[in-house]
């Protein structure tokens, strides 16, 4: 059973913090120094204290990036990004998972006091979650952090309020239409497992009350 509740904690970690659960239609550049690091998976987050005002770079959209990077979409994304405008003075970037790091040449961790540069997108519910696509090193060293294409963007909203919904249509259609429909897979997947994991601990109970009566 504990072994059942570290595996769904992992799996709704990895949910969390999947790339449809970041406004990957809005790239966003920030640099700044890095104040704490928690490394290990499922992800190494690292916190940077945002430089103010935050400004692009010249030359931002030349610069060179790995080239499996340039094959997913990078380059067009550093044309569309735009300088970070948040309100959050600390952000929590949330890397790609260790063993993908080092296979893409990052040897050494990120370090406390190090100054970083990070192309990427804010997390749709907590602002301080940054996810990067690009991380660029105090040493200049540009190291990818995806591996997938980024999903669909969400269509916009309405100016008065949330997109309509057609007629007749119901929620679980409406988020597939709209590329969220994965969103709502990580739960039914939890719910199984918690169903599953709860039907072997009263069948294992059961069997140990009827070997006592016996």
Do not use: C
């Amino acid at each position: 059973m504990k072994s059942l509740i570290v595996a769904l904690s992992l799996l709704s970690s990895t949910f969390h913090h999947g790339w449809e659960d970041f406004r990957t239609e809005r790239p966003l550049y920030l640099s700044g120094t890095v104040t704490q690091v928690r490394w290990g998976n499922p992800h190494p987050e690292v916190r940077v204290r945002v430089a103010a005002p935050a400004r692009l770079p010249s030359g931002l959209a030349e610069r060179s990036i790995p080239a499996e990077l340039e094959q997913l979409g990078g380059r067009d994304v550093l044309r569309r990004t735009q300088a970070f405008d948040g309100r959050e003075e600390e952000v929590v970037l949330i890397l790609a998972p260790v063993e993908r790091l080092t296979a893409w040449g990052m040897t050494d961790r990120v370090r406390e006091g190090e100054r970083v540069e990070a192309v990427g997108y804010v997390h749709r519910e907590h602002a301080e979650e940054f996810r990067p696509e690009l991380l660029v090193r105090q040493d200049g060293q540009a190291v990818r952090q995806r591996s997938v294409p980024l999903p669909q963007s969400p269509p916009p909203a309405s100016p008065g309020g949330p997109a309509e919904q057609p007629a007749g249509q119901d929620a679980t259609t409406a988020a597939a239409g709209s590329g969220q429909g994965p969103v709502v897979l990580p739960w039914l997947i939890g719910g199984a497992l918690l169903i599953g994991g709860g039907t072997v601990a009263l069948t294992l109970r059961a069997r140990r009350a009827g070997g006592k009566a016996s």
